[in-house]
């Protein structure tokens, strides 16, 4: 046999055992999705809402109910630090967004109309007493912004946990734009190595952070499910439509408005220290505009925490919403509207 043969043979043989492992590690991913997915159950309800399943997670008694919202590419699982704490005074309610956790995907476009009027329809499905108080992370403040100019009647406060601004790339250090874009462009290659299995083989799809015991079944179940990466592209490339709808959102009059946002001396460990900082100051301005939003508002920043404030300081969460409740139901106003306090 000549060498030139040889090699031919070789690379055959190399790619037959790359289609081999890749195949086998799709197939481990697959199935171990699965038996997550029968071990967990569905978490809540499901409603059909113009021809896709939504999920629907609701506990506790009262009113009025609170309905949270997740940030980009997080499920309902993210609020276990607060929806059983909160459900001991009044009823909570935490839902997927389409593609992610229990909700099935969708083809067309998520920008913030479109995941508002999901949301309103998920609200009459499941019979949600209005009106209730929205709490939303991160992009979710946006989404809820629209929900708000949409259906004003159906709310009765809002709580934006780190909220992001409509349009904020236009605001942001350009190179951290630049450093997002680069993470985007990313995500098909990630989508890749998850339907492979290589994220679960490092055991990163079932590891549960400390404080989400509770949950770790569902979170087990709704890791590392390749189809969502196709959910974070949709909503992360629908984000100027976002910005655009909702910019001239508000202000909504008197509406009771809670501020949650991040310690700015606490910067992500991921960006280079500069363009934190930078970042950070004019993350700390937009948040102090959304007190624009309403006649009655006040900002609570969080001492100590990341952008992940239900995560590093559940406590202040759950005590402040529970006192917005309370404010609400006696139909109270902000004794400090305006202010701006660190806790």
């Keep these: ?39 967990a159950g569905v978490p809540g309800k499901l409603y059909r809402i113009d021809g896709y399943s939504m999920h629907l997670y609701c506990t506790g008694q009262a009113t009025p109910t609170i309905v949270l919202s997740s940030g980009l590419g997080d499920d309902f699982t993210g609020w276990a630090k607060v929806q059983p704490v909160l459900s001991q005074q009044t009823r909570v309610c935490s839902y997927d967004r389409a593609g992610f956790g229990w909700s099935e995907s969708r083809p067309d476009v998520q920008d913030a109309n479109a995941v508002s009027s999901q949301l309103h329809q998920l609200m009459e499905a499941a019979a949600v007493q209005r009106p209730f108080v929205l709490v939303g992370h991160s992009l979710s403040g946006i989404y809820l912004r629209s929900y708000i100019a949409h259906y004003p009647g159906d709310v009765a406060g809002l709580v934006l946990v780190d909220g992001s601004t409509p349009l904020q790339d236009d605001r942001i250090p350009k190179e951290l734009v630049k450093i997002q874009e680069d993470q985007r462009r990313q995500m098909p ?7 492979f299995g290589w994220y679960r083989l490092q055991g990163i799809c079932t590891s549960v952070p400390p404080g989400f015991e509770a949950y770790s079944a569902w979170i087990k179940a709704d890791s590392c499910i390749p189809s969502q990466m196709d959910a974070v592209e949709n909503e992360l490339d629908a984000v100027r439509a976002s910005g655009e709808e909702t910019i001239h959102a508000g202000p909504f009059g008197t509406l009771p408005v809670l501020i949650l946002s ?48 239900q995560n590093d300081r559940a406590d202040l969460v759950n005590r402040e919403i529970a006192s917005f409740v309370v404010m609400i139901r006696s139909h109270q106003s902000f004794p400090d509207n305006g202010s701006t306090t660190e806790e």
């Design 262 to 309: 991040h310690d700015p001396n606490v910067l992500p460990p991921n960006w280079p220290a500069a363009i934190s900082k930078a970042n950070s100051i004019v993350w700390s301005q937009m948040q102090e505009e959304a007190k624009s939003l309403s006649g009655q508002s006040k900002r609570i920043i969080a001492k100590g925490s990341d952008h992940y404030i």
């Design 1 to 39: 046999m000549g060498p030139y043969k040889l090699l031919i043979r070789v690379c055959i043989a190399i790619v037959l055992l790359c289609l081999l492992a890749g195949s086998g590690g799709a197939a481990y991913n697959a199935l171990s999705i699965r038996h997550y997915r029968q071990i």
């Design 189 to 195: 290659w990630q989508k890749l190595l998850m339907t």
